[in-house]
Each structure stands twice: as structure tokens, then as C-alpha cells.
């Protein structure tokens, strides 16, 4: 069994910042590809950034400049930086990982319960 866990999230005031946690637990061989997915109110679900094994990263053009995803390897766990939140970055914020539970077996995606994030004065 893999498990995703997130947290980090909350209530902010625009312009300011939140870093979001991804932990990866169970039966894990490797974690290829990590990413950062967020879902707001009668949106569909959007990529956020996204992050390789070797630490290549790309993100949506809204947060550009704003949010900085990283991994520890070691720990199984990725990260979201979020500075200069804005109302629009309200969302639901999943986390979402390739993993292969054995060695020279495929990976599957799985995806982690969502944290809230809420920006607003």
C-alpha cells in the first residue's frame, strides 16, 4: 500500500505565503515524476508544478515566479513554496506521484486527500 499525505494548508491573507508538505509512506521502491494539482469551486483540476527524480520542475504560468516546488528524496516528501498568494490561488491543493512499489515493476499514479487553501483578507 502507498499512502500520499498533505498538509500545510490554511487560511492566508493575499501576499502572503504557505508551504505545503507531501509525504509518501508505504510499500516504495521509487517516486519518479511528484506534482502539485489544485481544484477550485466549479473548476476542473489543474496541473500546479510539477517535479522529477532529478529535480526538473515546470509550472502553470500562473504561478510563475510566486510558488517553488522541491522534493527530498530521502524522505519520500515534496514541498510547495507559495509566496504572494492571491484570492485566485484559493483552491484545493493535491498532491499527485509516480511510484513503482518494486524494483522492475511499472509505476502507477496515486494521489494524496487534498489540503485547503484559502486566500482572503
Known amino acids: 500500500q502507498v499512502q500520499l499525505v498533505e498538509s500545510g494548508g490554511g487560511l492566508v491573507q493575499p501576499g502572503g505565503s504557505l508551504r505545503l508538505s507531501c509525504a509518501a509512506s508505504?510499500?516504495?521502491?521509487?517516486?519518479?515524476?511528484m506534482g502539485w494539482y489544485r481544484q477550485a469551486p466549479g473548476k476542473q483540476r489543474e496541473l500546479v508544478a510539477r517535479?522529477?527524480?532529478?529535480?526538473?520542475?515546470n509550472y502553470a504560468d500562473s504561478v510563475k515566479g510566486r510558488f517553488t516546488i522541491s522534493r527530498d528524496n530521502a524522505k519520500n516528501t515534496m514541498y510547495l513554496q507559495m509566496n504572494s498568494l492571491k484570492p485566485e490561488d484559493t483552491a484545493v491543493y493535491y498532491c499527485?506521484?509516480?511510484?513503482?512499489?518494486?524494483?522492475?515493476?511499472?509505476?502507477?499514479?496515486?494521489w494524496g486527500q487534498g489540503t485547503q487553501v484559502t486566500v482572503s483578507s
Open positions: 517535479i522529477t527524480s532529478g529535480g526538473s520542475t
Open positions: 508505504g510499500s516504495i521502491f521509487s517516486i519518479n515524476v
Open positions: 499527485n506521484a509516480a511510484i513503482s512499489q518494486y524494483y522492475n515493476s511499472g509505476a502507477s499514479w496515486y
